[in-house]
Structure formats: C-alpha cells, structure tokens
C-alpha cells in the first residue's frame, strides 16, 4: 500500500490580491519544471495543510496549494462578502495566469470535486486531467442527505444531537436554521451552533476510524469555518440544480480519474456512479474499504497510485 511521499516545504508563496477585501493565499512546491496541478480543497471553508503537497511526487510535479476564500491562511478569515463559487472560480483562473500555465491537472476531493468540475466546464481547455475524489455534486439530495434526511437514519444518536437545539417548527430547514444562528445569532449561539454543525460534521465523515485524534479547540477557527460552508450550504452553492451534470458536454476530453470509499458516508458513492456514467471515458475507482477522508490509508493509496498514473500519461 503506497504511503504518502515525504514532506516537502514550499519554495514559493504568494498572495493573490482577488479585491480590496481579499487576499488569497497560495504556493508553490515540488519541481518548478515539472507537471502543473492545482489542489482543491474540501469544506467550503476548511484549508490546505502541508500533507496536501505528498499526494504528488515532488520529482514530478509542481503542486499548487491554496486556501479558498475566507480560509485558514486567506484573509479576512471567515468573511462571506463576496464568497461564492463564481468569486472561487475566478481566483483560481487568475492564479494560473499569474504563474503563467497553460493548463494544469485538477485535483479536488468532496468541495474540491465539486469546484475542480466547475472550473473544467468553465475554463475547458486549460485542464490537462482530473483527479477527483469523493465527488459532490451540490444538488439538492446531496445536501439533504448530510443536513436533512438521510445520515440521521445512520447515525441517530448524533443526530438527537445536532436538532436538540433547534425548534420542531424550524426542523424542516435546517440549513436555514443553523445559518441563522451561526450568521445573525450573538456570540454564545454561534458558537453554540457552530459547534454542534462541526461535531455532527465529525461524526458522519470519520465514521470509519477507530481513533480520531482530538485536537485543541480553536473556537473561532471553528466558527469561522461552518459560517462559510452554512453561506455556501444557504446559497445551493451559488450553482444551478444539478448544473454540473446538465453540463456535462463542457468538459475538456482528458483523462479523468474518480475515486471513491465505499463507505463514504458524508458524500455517498451515488454522486460519483452518476458522474461516472455520463463520463464513459472516465475511470472510477471504488475504494471498498474506505470513507470519505483523503488521509484513511487506503484512499492514501488509490490517491498516489492515480496521480502517478497521470504523471506518466500527461508527461
């Protein structure tokens, strides 16, 4: 089983300058010579860390790592003015002109699925392959699934958790509900409910391990975080119903490569079977002992086994 390639340190960081209210972080590792691929990261609103970068063999490529809008080293951390998908997709293409690529591999997992397939139905013929991973689709059923109906039949337990706080009249919506509290409550019920959005978040997606390494709360990281993913969730995700598969004819006819856990339990393997079958020429890869997370050893593997595989066939 292939682990991930040893840890490596940037050898360039940049900020991209998007408005006068956003400066998004991004940065540069591995070969400068080497195949271009921009890391998509999962969330909205969560980040990249310094493992991203080891998913790719340093020899091979030039890794192109960055925080979204409003994330981890993007600032103002946690703002939501002009933070939308759109607003995404455009940082994204003026990075790659600022470093001057022609066309580079996209590789997104969950959020970055969804982003990465925005962005080769809009900007088709600068995207040499995908790799994508636990794909969201951003419809409807696939929001409901995670924060309606759907992994409350799995996990009730959680679930009694994650509605306690939330009135009947209001449970019907639950998005909505959160959003409210998050976005417009006082500081004790945002916190309050962000923090319960973060721990049924937690439990549906590591459902897998049997140890989860807790970490020391950071209260306003995590506030920060569900403010973007419930602005994101609120606003469908800024997208069409079901746009990215009545959409389908705009991707670029490239090798494209979706892997995805069995036991995906946050974004359920349904989303990337349909993209699969529109996509003919596409491979999935289903990971029968794996969940939703890129660091579970097997999805590790499937990771690096296919982005070796498109070092030596876009090369």
Same mark, same amino acid.
């Given at each position: 089983? #292939?682990?991930?390639?040893?840890?490596?340190?940037?050898?360039?960081?940049? /900020?991209?300058?998007?408005?006068?209210?956003?400066?998004?972080?991004?940065?540069?590792?591995?070969?400068?010579?080497? @195949?271009?691929?921009? $890391?998509?990261?999962?969330?909205?609103?969560?980040?990249?860390?310094?493992?991203?970068?080891?998913? $790719?063999?340093?020899?091979?490529?030039?890794?192109?790592? $960055?925080?979204?809008?409003?994330?981890?080293?993007?600032?103002?951390?946690?703002?939501?003015?002009?933070? /939308? =998908?759109?607003?995404?997709?455009?940082?994204?293409?003026?990075?790659? #002109?600022?470093? #001057?690529?022609?066309?580079?591999?996209?590789?997104?997992?969950?959020?970055?699925?969804?982003?990465?397939?925005?962005?080769?139905?809009?900007?088709?013929?600068?995207?040499?392959?995908?790799?994508?991973?636990? /794909?969201?689709?951003?419809?409807?059923?696939?929001?409901?699934?995670?924060?309606?109906?759907?992994?409350?039949?799995?996990?009730?337990?959680?679930?009694?958790?994650?509605?306690?706080?939330?009135?009947?009249?209001?449970?019907?919506? @639950?998005?909505?509900?959160?959003?409210?509290?998050?976005?417009?409550?006082?500081?004790? /019920?945002?916190?309050?409910?962000?923090?319960?959005?973060?721990?049924?978040?937690?439990?549906?997606?590591?459902? =897998? @391990?049997?140890?989860?390494?807790?970490?020391?709360?950071?209260?306003? #990281?995590?506030?920060?975080?569900?403010?973007?993913?419930?602005?994101?969730?609120?606003?469908?995700? $800024?997208?069409?119903?079901?746009?990215?598969?009545?959409?389908?004819?705009?991707?670029?006819?490239?090798?494209?490569?979706?892997?995805?856990?069995?036991?995906?339990?946050?974004?359920?393997?349904?989303?990337?079977?349909?993209?699969?079958?529109?996509?003919?020429?596409?491979?999935?890869?289903?990971? *029968?002992?794996?969940?939703?997370?890129?660091?579970?050893? *097997?999805?590790?593997?499937?990771?690096?086994?296919? =982005?070796?595989?498109?070092?030596? @066939?876009?090369?």
């Amino acid at each position: 089983m #292939k682990p991930l390639y040893p840890e490596i340190e940037n050898y360039q960081s940049h /900020t991209l300058s998007s408005n006068a209210d956003h400066q998004v972080y991004f940065e540069e590792s591995g070969n400068p010579e080497g @195949l271009p691929v921009i $890391f998509l990261h999962g969330g909205p609103g969560s980040g990249c860390n310094e493992n991203h970068r080891r998913y $790719f063999n340093p020899e091979k490529y030039r890794i192109i790592i $960055f925080d979204q809008r409003g994330c981890n080293r993007s600032g103002p951390q946690g703002t939501v003015k002009d933070n /939308t =998908t759109q607003y995404l997709l455009m940082d994204i293409e003026a990075i790659r #002109k600022q470093l #001057k690529i022609n066309r580079w591999l996209i590789f997104g997992g969950s959020w970055g699925a969804t982003l990465g397939l925005l962005y080769a139905q809009a900007f088709p013929k600068c995207v040499s392959g995908m790799v994508l991973r636990g /794909t969201f689709l951003a419809r409807e059923q696939d929001l409901k699934w995670f924060a309606q109906e759907g992994a409350n039949r799995i996990f009730p337990e959680y679930w009694a958790k994650f509605v306690e706080g939330i009135p009947e009249a209001e449970r019907s919506d @639950l998005v909505d509900a959160y959003y409210r509290r998050v976005h417009e409550g006082d500081k004790e /019920t945002c916190e309050r409910f962000a923090r319960a959005w973060s721990e049924w978040a937690s439990k549906v997606v590591t459902w =897998t @391990l049997r140890e989860v390494e807790e970490e020391p709360e950071d209260i306003q #990281k995590l506030v920060n975080q569900v403010r973007i993913e419930s602005h994101y969730a609120k606003h469908h995700y $800024f997208i069409k119903e079901n746009q990215i598969l009545n959409n389908i004819d705009k991707l670029p006819d490239v090798p494209i490569i979706i892997i995805h856990g069995r036991y995906d339990l946050t974004c359920p393997l349904i989303s990337s079977w349909s993209l699969h079958e529109v996509l003919p020429r596409s491979e999935l890869i289903i990971v *029968p002992d794996a969940g939703h997370l890129a660091g579970e050893p *097997p999805m590790i593997d499937a990771l690096i086994t296919a =982005t070796d595989r498109m070092a030596e @066939l876009l090369s």
